[in-house]
């Protein structure tokens, strides 16, 4: 780090002139004493300020060494003991249990007016009550905050080690640059905006480095639950990081949200805005300008430093608004990130021209990749080299251009809420009585968690979200039916998400005005109690009140679609049923006693879990946790060790390839205990369990795994069909229920919207036994959102299956019935099947 090293010569340079000083102070007059102690007592304060590596023995970004989350946590500590440039703001803590610290950095009189500024960035960003006039009064005078973060993924090192030294150099260096960026702005720094995954692999690290194993990947995902998915939880914010991160930043309202990562597209040193096409029309146009403005700035800040390779445009889109690091561009703070280049860890490594793909061996100048990086030695100090240099011209730029940005966002709220009292939708409306009720309320909460209102009118007795609000964009965004334009480029990540498609709620568009005697008839709704929806097989909700009832050694009977809850305390009942919105229905306990009413038994269910940390394992093992199914992680070993229907009644494997459940790691590249995966033992495991009586539940791609091993007379309609042919990446699809009567499809909707990425579709061969769950329409394109090309591929063909086995069966789902904990709709899939109704 060429600049930082700078840094620190100048401030030796200061300490070697302070000795001269101290030396002269014997032969100089008194009054001159006194002037230069005061002095000296100054500079030896800002001397202080402790170094990263005077505390950690380590500059950040040294070869093979990575500070954990404690080592930056104690650092920050003793950096904002040393300063009052810095400021320590606990957040909350992580999903682990790690306290969760940011660090607002600027000049002293700045941080003394931290809660008027972040006043002034709330008003701004509200653009309600504030004038054109006050609007640039305020954009003239305030410090508008910057949030900068070390990147959530913690795989890529160089995201949470680059800003310990940025740190410390924003807090104590003298250059004018600093001072200017301390004077203007508001530094918000995450200097981890994943504490736990930081700790995880620095210890992981640190455990094989100069091992055979010392690039291992990490056999556990490194956020709980979700690891890389971390940073596509941004509007549903199932994890609890992610409320942390929203809370925050609709609290300070940032003028800028930069994240950095470490996947640029190989040879780039760095990928920048502006990003592949395509994007949102729901964004505000000026937010789009800053970031390809910024992304501009950055890449002529590095070559101007002789930092090559700059790259734009390429494999990112922003489609998707779940990212955390783009979702903020709807609540116009500009967000984004950029992707530094990455070896593994803090391992370096050497590249030639021959390790570059054949088109860009000729090292050729392109108009979005103008200073063609050569190859050499990549280490993690040059990733933090590239990070820090691009933060500081974010901060550049953001301290030049305060005033412009900071109005922009005031004019971006106002636009907005002008947009949508001109033209539709004007509101969404959201009856009460729903299917399910209670997923439905959860989607008003999600969406308060963004910080939209929602209303209540009386009648009709519904929700509604008037879109002339600032945010309304992002309501718009979650809500209408995506379109993606004709495929240019693969997207990069799903093309449909219609949130209400997908979690099964009925919502209306209003697309005429509303009436004033409407507008004035609302009022504002701040939480959801009150709901109670009828207690059955139709709301998710019903299955967290069963197992809860059943924990609780009451008895729990399914009368038609009702459900009867007997043998519990009456407050105990009515105390679960109001927690979870729900009020007893009509069955009683003489119909349960029936013969129509079904005893349940809650099922044993084992949940595959492989050391290739599977991110669908991570999300479906947290959905059983939050509807408090219980159940156990069946590792390879578990599995290898046999005795399964012993001990299991139900086994869920997760989306994950064939070969990746057999093998899994290959010997030699991990840590013995984490090599290999099932192998043919495992899979004859299984084989013996379902023939035994088990059922085995596969996701998406796990199913070919099930269809191959199993020998299951079932073909997957869409295998080896070229991207001409076929291609669905991550659409909502419509899909039919053909067998209503069925257990293990009550309370679903006849036709709902599955989310298909990636997956297979089955054709059923005549030996086949066992039913069709759901299929894909015949007679039209399932299309509900998103792309999808080659419709008539799928058309007909089954979705789920429930195939017999020897005494069992094998439940084949062709879609992710759990995707990202946003699928609420299709849950039911595999929850019926978790209890016994014999
Ligand atoms: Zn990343």
């Not at 440039?85 to 999903?95: Q, W």
């Not at 979870?580 to 084992?606: F, I, Q, W, Y």
């Not at 991110?615 to 060790?641: C, H, M």
């Not at 069909?721 to 009550?746: M, W, Y």
Request: charged fraction near 20%.
């Amino acid at each position: 780090m060429k600049s930082l090293a700078n840094a620190r010569g100048s401030v030796g340079g200061r300490r070697g002139s302070l000795r001269r000083w101290r030396d002269s102070l014997r032969s100089r007059d008194r009054q001159g004493a006194v002037a230069l102690l005061f002095f000296l007592l100054a500079a030896t304060a800002f001397a202080q300020i402790p170094t990263p590596e005077s505390v950690l023995g380590h500059k950040p970004g040294d070869d093979f060494y990575l500070a954990t989350y404690e080592d930056s946590l104690g650092y920050f500590q003793k950096l904002a003991a040393a300063t009052n440039r810095v400021k320590l703001v606990h957040v909350g803590k992580s999903t682990q249990g790690r306290e969760w610290w940011i660090a607002f950095i600027s000049d002293p009189q700045n941080l003394a007016q931290l809660d008027h500024y972040k006043d002034v960035s709330r008003r701004l960003a509200q653009a309600r009550g504030v004038s054109e006039e006050q609007a640039r009064t305020l954009a003239r005078e305030t410090r508008p905050i910057i949030h900068i973060d070390g990147g959530l993924h913690a795989s890529e090192v160089a995201n949470h080690q680059h800003t310990i030294q940025l740190g410390y150099d924003l807090a104590a260096l003298e250059t004018p640059e600093i001072q200017t960026i301390r004077q203007n702005l508001i530094v918000e720094l995450w200097f981890s905006i994943n504490p736990d995954g930081q700790s995880i692999v620095a210890n992981w690290y640190r455990q094989n480095v100069g091992s055979p194993y010392e690039v291992a990947p990490l056999p556990v995902l490194y956020q709980e639950y979700v690891g890389h998915d971390n940073n596509r939880d941004g509007y549903m914010l199932n994890m609890l990081e992610s409320r942390e991160i929203t809370k925050a930043t609709l609290e300070t309202q940032p003028l800028v949200f930069y994240t950095q990562h470490q996947s640029a597209p190989f040879p780039g040193r760095i990928y920048l805005p502006p990003f592949a096409d395509p994007i949102s029309g729901n964004m505000h146009p000026l937010m789009l300008r800053w970031l390809s403005l910024i992304g501009m700035t950055i890449a002529q800040h590095l070559d101007d430093r002789g930092l090559t390779g700059s790259m734009h445009q390429e494999t990112f889109d922003v489609w998707y608004p779940g990212y955390i690091d783009n979702i903020g561009n709807f609540r116009h703070t500009i967000s984004f990130f950029t992707e530094t280049a990455l070896y593994r860890y803090a391992t370096p490594h050497f590249y030639t021209v021959d390790d570059f793909p054949s088109s860009r061996q000729a090292l050729g100048t392109e108009m979005l990749y103008s200073s063609p990086w050569k190859g050499g030695w990549w280490r993690l100090a040059d990733a933090c080299r590239y990070m820090y240099e691009a933060d500081m011209a974010v901060l550049n730029l953001s301290s030049k251009y305060r005033e412009q940005m900071t109005y922009n966002k005031y004019r971006a709220a106002r636009d907005t809420i002008e947009r949508f009292q001109k033209e539709p939708p004007f509101a969404y409306e959201i009856p009460r009585e729903q299917h399910d009720a209670p997923t439905a309320a959860m989607l008003m909460e999600k969406l308060m968690l963004n910080g939209i209102e929602i209303h209540q009118s009386a009648k009709p007795d519904s929700w509604v979200i008037p879109m002339d609000q600032p945010w309304a964009g992002l309501v718009k965004e979650l809500f209408e039916p995506q379109v993606y334009p004709a495929l240019s480029q693969r997207p990069y990540d799903v093309t449909g998400w219609t949130v209400p498609y997908q979690m099964g709620v009925e919502v209306h568009t209003m697309t005429t005005p509303l009436s004033k005697a409407f507008r004035d008839s609302l009022r504002n709704v701040k939480d959801m109690s009150g709901l109670a929806s009828p207690f059955n097989r139709a709301a998710n909700a019903s299955f967290r009140a069963v197992n809860e009832i059943l924990a609780a050694n009451g008895k729990v009977a399914f009368v038609g679609d009702e459900i009867a809850a007997t043998d519990i305390d009456k407050s105990k009942l009515d105390a679960i049923l109001s927690e979870n919105h729900l009020r007893a229905g009509s069955a009683t306990t003489k119909d349960a006693a029936k013969e129509s009413g079904k005893p349940v038994k809650a099922r044993r269910v084992g949940l595959y879990r492989s050391w290739v940390a599977s991110i669908d394992e991570g999300w479906t093992r947290w959905i059983l946790e939050q509807f408090k199914f219980p159940f156990t992680n069946l590792y390879n070993a578990d599995i290898v060790s046999g005795h399964l229907r012993e001990h299991y009644d139900v086994i869920v494997i997760p989306d994950m390839a064939e070969r990746q459940i057999i093998d899994g790691h290959r010997r030699g590249t991990i840590p013995e205990q984490y090599a290999g995966g099932l192998g043919d033992e495992g899979v004859q495991e299984l084989r013996d369990f379902v023939t035994a009586g088990g059922t085995l539940i596969t996701f998406n791609n796990a199913s070919l795994f099930a269809i191959n091993q199993f020998k299951l007379p079932v073909d997957n309609a869409l295998a080896g069909l070229r991207p001409d042919q076929f291609f669905c990446s991550g659409s909502l699809l419509t899909v039919h229920i053909e067998d209503a009567k069925n257990p293990l499809v009550a309370g679903l909707t006849p036709d709902l919207a599955v989310m298909f990425e990636r997956g297979p579709a089955f054709d059923t061969k005549t030996d086949f036994k066992g039913a069709v769950l759901a299929r894909y329409p015949k007679e039209r394109s399932p299309l509900m959102s998103g792309y999808l090309a080659g419709p008539d591929r799928l058309q007909g063909k089954a979705a789920a299956l429930a195939a017999e086995y020897g005494k069992g069966r094998i439940i084949l789902l062709g879609f992710k019935p759990q995707w990202r904990g946003q699928s609420h709709g299709a849950y039911k899939f595999f929850f019926n099947a978790f209890y016994s109704l014999e």
